[in-house]
């Protein structure tokens, strides 16, 4: 004799169907991003062969002359790689303090009404678009810092690696005050409880705690600087020099590939076989920096009942 009521029978049926709908819907989006990733795997490779066939390795990644457009044409990579580190070695002297002394403070000093006012705000500033941070350095900082260093020129890449310091400072602080917040609270009594003041619980055992996930921060703030197009193309300037001086004009790979996208180069399939060449070495940066973030959190994380 069946005891179950068929209403709750058909009831458990209809929550089966939608757990596999479920399944399936969230089988396929991990499918798609796959396929996606492979895909684009797949155009950077095709797209650099015409490039990668015509000019050695050796030159492209050695050479420290970029000059597509010259005779005899040059295209070495380095005055753009050399570009990029400064700017971004830059910025993240500006982000990563500023955001994990953000992060310490919401976590740990500010009171619950401040940070639920301060974290939004905070955050405010990743919505801006990176166009108007490239105006802001171009007509702000730079005039302000051609006041205290008179050599630095109109274009140049302090004040671009500043302001896009500053722009990626919510991605550091967020990430890195969830993190410290998230760190169980008997740590922090437990430590109070042996004596240490705050500012020793915070520096001796909660950073140690979440320095798993201060390491994906900071890696994710290093890969957003290096994929920064706007603000370089504005403040920066457009000229390759080697060795990259800060102070002066300088080219990022991610300016290079505009240059050519928006019709600086003469538009022939060898010259747009560079800029795959280019997205392909930055798919790769992106690629390790990922890797690395990846092998920090596996080395420090730390695991508490």
């Known amino acids: 004799m069946n005891l179950i009521p068929r209403s709750l029978s058909r009831a458990s049926r209809g929550r089966s169907r939608r757990e596999r709908l479920a399944t399936a819907g969230l089988a396929t989006a991990g499918l798609l991003a796959v396929v ?5 795997i797949a155009l950077f490779v095709h797209g650099s062969i015409p490039f990668v066939r015509t000019v ?9 002359r970029w000059a597509p457009l010259h ?45 639920r006012v301060f974290k939004p705000a905070l955050e405010l500033l990743a919505g801006i678009p990176t166009v108007v941070y490239g105006f802001f350095a171009l007509r702000f900082v730079t005039p302000l810092l051609q006041s205290l260093i008179p050599v630095l020129g109109f274009w140049n890449g302090l004040s671009a690696g500043l302001v896009m310091g500053i722009m990626i400072v919510p991605y550091m602080a967020s990430l890195s005050e969830d993190v410290l917040y998230a760190v169980p609270r008997s740590l922090w009594e437990g430590a109070y409880a042996l004596g240490a003041t705050r500012f020793e619980t915070v520096i001796r055992v909660v950073i140690p705690a979440a320095l798993s996930g201060i390491g994906a921060a900071f890696i994710l703030a290093m890969t957003r600087a290096v994929g920064e197009t706007m603000i370089v193309a504005l403040a920066a300037g457009r000229t390759p020099t080697w060795p990259p001086d800060p102070t002066q004009p300088l080219l990022t790979l991610t300016t290079a590939i505009v240059n050519i996208a928006t019709g600086d180069h003469e538009a022939t399939a060898f010259i747009w076989s560079a800029v795959f060449a280019i997205g392909l070495l930055l798919f790769l940066t992106t690629l390790v920096l990922n890797t690395v973030s990846y092998l920090v959190i596996q080395r420090f994380r730390q695991r508490y009942a």
């Open 36 to 40: 996606l990733t492979f895909t684009i």
């Open 56 to 64: 050695p390795l050796r030159e492209f990644l050695g050479g420290t």
């Open 71 to 115: 005779e005899p044409a040059s295209y070495g990579i380095l005055p753009l790689v050399g570009a990029t580190v400064v700017t971004t070695g830059i910025a993240l002297a500006v982000a990563v303090p500023l955001g994990l002394l953000s992060a310490v403070f919401l976590s740990t000093y500010a009171p619950s009404s401040v940070r």
